[in-house]
T-cell receptor, first 113, second 115 residues
Framework: DVKVTQSSRYLVKRTGEKVFLECVQD?????MFWYRQDPGLGLRLIYF???????EKGDIPEGYSVSREKKERFSLILESASTNQTSMYLC????????????FGEGSRLTVL | AQKITQTQPGMFVQEKEAVTLDCTYDTSDPSYGLFWYKQPSSGEMIFLIY??????QNATEGRYSLNFQKARKSANLVISASQLGDSAMYFC????????????FGGGTRLMVKP
């Protein structure tokens, strides 16, 4: 089974802190994604990566950056956390091809005070 | 831009009954893929079912079926014989072919199964 692991289930940070959210997948997938989930808005794509060191902006990249130095690891970075970044963050991976399903991690709930 | 709409923020269904979760989409692309995911309280997103826009038959996976009406741009999820474990958030999503890896999600429907 595909396993997508997010390093932290719950984080509490202060405004202005730098935050790292880590995601690791064990199925050699080319594509990895970071989504943000908010009530009533569904999931919104922040960034995705289709290869090592490659990244593409999603729908809401502002305030975020990403890093993919190794194929299995995709990190989401909040350079200076703000209260409006309090949310659930979901990492996902997918094999190559056009219509393959996404495999998700269990999510990281971030609270910024 | 593609858009997914789930008009039911929450629904109740009696255990063992069938339930339909609505999903409509808006795209000008003739080729696209439609997905449904389940998110239980644990938070993990679980893939349920996939429908390709050119598929001739409606997709089915066990108790899940997708009522795909292309002309109406709707892809409703039907869950037969509801179980208590079906209580969760359900998300409809779409990936058009020219959007690379972008997957657009609807706002979700919270389904609650009553014993």
């Amino acid at each position: 089974d595909v396993k997508v692991t997010q390093s932290s289930r719950y984080l509490v940070k202060r405004t202005g802190e730098k935050v790292f959210l880590e995601c690791v997948q064990d199925m050699d997938h080319e594509n990895m994604f970071w989504y943000r989930q908010d009530p009533g808005l569904g999931l919104r794509l922040i960034y995705f990566s289709y290869d090592v060191k490659m990244k593409e902006k999603g729908d809401i990249p502002e305030g975020y950056s990403v890093s993919r130095e190794k194929k299995e690891r995709f990190s989401l970075i909040l350079e200076s956390a703000s209260t409006n970044q309090t949310s659930m963050y979901l990492c996902a991976s997918r094999a190559g091809g056009l219509f393959g399903e996404l495999f998700f991690g269990e999510g990281s709930r971030l609270t910024v005070l | 831009a593609q858009k997914i709409t789930q008009t039911q923020p929450g629904m109740f269904v009696q255990e063992k009954e069938a339930v339909t979760l609505d999903c409509t989409y808006d795209t000008s692309d003739p080729s696209y893929g439609l997905f449904w995911y389940k998110q239980p309280s644990s938070g993990e997103m679980i893939f349920l079912i996939y429908q390709g826009s050119y598929d001739q038959q409606n997709a089915t996976e066990g108790r899940y079926s997708l009522n795909f009406q292309k002309a109406r741009k709707s892809a409703n999820l039907v869950i037969s014989a509801s179980q208590l474990g079906d209580s969760a958030m359900y998300f409809c999503a779409m990936r058009p072919p020219n959007a690379g890896n972008m997957l657009t999600f609807g706002g979700g429907t919270r389904l609650m199964v009553k014993p």
